[in-house]
């Protein structure tokens, strides 16, 4: 187990960096741009908003803070998956 938990720590750090990175800043050497890791919860948020039945439930009391989490949770599954696939 200690080594699952490893590796998921490893891949949320890696869903930290540009997913499309810009030329490195020359006095910081910190490259700007969105994380992985948000990009894969944009992609999971699309998804789920497009897949939501009719009428669409974004509006209603606290559900877009729900979806948004929800996305969250997905690209952490999906940065921990990639992981998987990388090291096995």
Known sequence: M???Q???DEALEAG???AFPSAPDHQSGREYGVTVRDYFAAKA???M????GAPCLLGLEDTEHHTAKAAYKMADAMLASRAFLYTA
């Open 16 to 18: 930290r960096a540009a």
């Open 45 to 47: 948020m699309q998804a």
């Open 2 to 4: 200690e080594g699952a």
């Open 49 to 52: 908003i497009s897949t939501a």
């Open 6 to 8: 490893l590796a998921y």
